[in-house]
């Protein structure tokens, strides 16, 4: 409570009317609350370590997340403006600081929220399990009453006795399951579509609809789910006195129901499994979202920036050796914040393990990285440098790109499920073409950077033989790594053709 609190407080609107030296003081203020939150942030992922090293490695993400982000020395810089009664420049830096300290928030809070729901996840696997068990059960228990003559089905009641007892005990046990704050939500959400169309269909007046409300309060707290399994309930009981009673039909058509009823609650289940893996997918796409708009804004700055130094050099008034070197060199840093970026984002990526042309793709991407650090670093500043930044952008874009449409694929998904639940039908689990045919349009951007690459490889080769003194051992690092990539594209396109076949 206490880290929401602060955080809170730092999120607050800025802009008031008091005048420029209590803004810049209140401003120097947060600045300073804020540093102490860092250390404080820093105890506790340290003090964590052993007991709780999931929480220890998030308070680890948020500071590391924090210190890219240079919140603290932001505060003063804000500070600093709001001095000299820049308030437009201040206002600006506020916004950006703003949003930078929810997303912190936002990490901060998703510790509990994943918990959560893993924990609910395990849980309803536990139950699909159960259920299905029951199901198969009572499948077999009304394949052997058709079987059985009509004189010895009463000694099949003890056996609907039995599964009924399991059902009864599956619903107390999902009954007492912790937060059902989630399905209830999603139930009710149901309930009041259901409702709404029912009113749109045949209105009622107020009277009736209160005397509704007095006759049957027990109906309308009820639950589709909770729905499905009592009458699955209320089927086997009466199943139980027709095998009694050496009723055949009866109980098979009582059996019957039960088995429908049963299978409908299992698709209750099934579908908040669903709604938890597509908010986990949601989140997950969220982070890269982040993530590949920073990276594409750094490498950006970096490629401005590597520009205005080639310019210069081509200038009258070239900067000498070692101050170019110093700028080079600070360009260089800043393309490794982007590389760690990188990184960081694969691990997201290689986590969910189904978008394997997205990682290749910003493996190939962090390569080129990789190599424009090293050309930065050796004060390599020419087309060819600039090129290889041109490249990172358009893949960084392109993915950027990709996830957006993901995250819109995903929320259309949700509409579409709700949809199709309002209208009664079911809801498709297949892979979308889109995917497919998304994966298909980065694996053929990835072969065009492949075939780019080989072109300028090949022209650097042979400038490189020309001159005795070259050092060709980089570049013949660069092939090697190109003859990969290439391998690394050939399986990601046999393994999407035998997952369609599949």
Avoid: W
Wanted: with cysteine.
């Amino acid at each position: 409570m206490f880290l929401r609190f602060v955080f809170c407080g730092l999120v607050v609107i800025f802009g008031t009317s008091l005048l420029a030296q209590e803004l810049t003081n209140k401003q120097r203020n947060l600045g300073g609350r804020y540093a102490q939150l860092e250390q404080i942030l820093l105890r506790l992922s340290e003090t964590s370590g052993s007991s709780n090293p999931r929480q220890a490695a998030l308070l680890k993400r948020v500071l590391l997340e924090s210190k890219d982000k240079l919140l603290v020395r932001r505060f003063e810089t804000l500070a600093n403006i709001l001095e000299r009664r820049q308030l437009s420049d201040a206002v600006n830096g506020q916004m950006e600081m703003e949003q930078d300290l929810l997303l912190l928030l936002k990490l901060l809070e998703s510790e509990n929220r994943n918990e959560r729901r893993e924990e609910e996840k395990e849980k309803i696997k536990e139950f699909l399990k159960d259920l299905e068990e029951i199901l198969q059960g009572e499948r077999t228990l009304r394949n052997q009453t058709q079987q059985q003559e009509t004189p010895h089905l009463p000694t099949l009641e003890k056996n609907q006795q039995q599964i009924r007892h399991r059902t009864e005990m599956l619903r107390d046990r999902i009954a007492e399951q912790e937060g059902p704050d989630r399905r209830q939500t999603t139930d009710n959400r149901q309930q009041e579509s259901q409702q709404d169309n029912s009113n749109k269909e045949q209105p009622e007046s107020s009277e009736s609809q209160s005397e509704q409300s007095e006759q049957s309060p027990q109906k309308q707290e009820s639950s589709p789910s909770q729905q499905a399994m009592q009458q699955a309930l209320e089927r086997m009981k009466q199943a139980e006195q027709k095998l009694k009673a050496a009723e055949k039909a009866g109980a098979i058509d009582e059996q019957e129901e039960a088995i429908a009823q049963l299978q409908r609650f299992k698709e209750e289940l099934e579908k908040i499994l669903r709604q938890l893996r597509e908010e986990e997918l949601m989140q997950s796409l969220e982070k890269l979202e982040e993530r590949f708009k920073r990276m594409l804004r750094q490498e950006q700055a970096v490629r401005s920036q590597t520009e205005r130094l080639i310019s210069e050099l081509a200038g009258e008034s070239a900067p000498d050796q070692r101050q170019m070197k110093i700028r080079a060199d600070r360009l260089g840093i800043d393309q490794q914040s982007v590389i760690d970026d990188a990184e960081s984002a694969l691990v997201l990526l290689r986590d969910d393990g189904t978008a394997q042309a997205m990682a290749e793709s910003l493996v190939q991407a962090r390569f080129d990285m990789v190599e424009v650090k090293n050309r930065l670093e050796r004060t390599v500043l020419d087309t060819t440098t600039l090129h290889i930044e041109d490249a990172v952008i358009d893949s960084l874009q392109e993915m950027l790109s990709a996830v957006q449409a993901a995250i819109e694929e995903a929320r259309q998904r949700q509409e579409n499920a709700d949809n199709q639940q309002q209208s009664g039908g079911g809801t498709s689990v297949e892979e979308p073409l889109s995917q497919v045919l998304a994966e298909l349009r980065m694996i053929r951007s990835m072969q065009q950077r492949v075939n780019e690459r080989t072109k300028r490889y090949d022209d650097e080769i042979k400038q490189g033989l020309e001159k005795p003194e070259a050092d060709l051992s980089l570049l013949k690092q660069a092939v090697e790594e190109l003859a990969r990539q290439q391998n690394r594209i050939s399986r990601i396109l046999h393994d999407l053709r035998i997952g369609r076949e599949k």
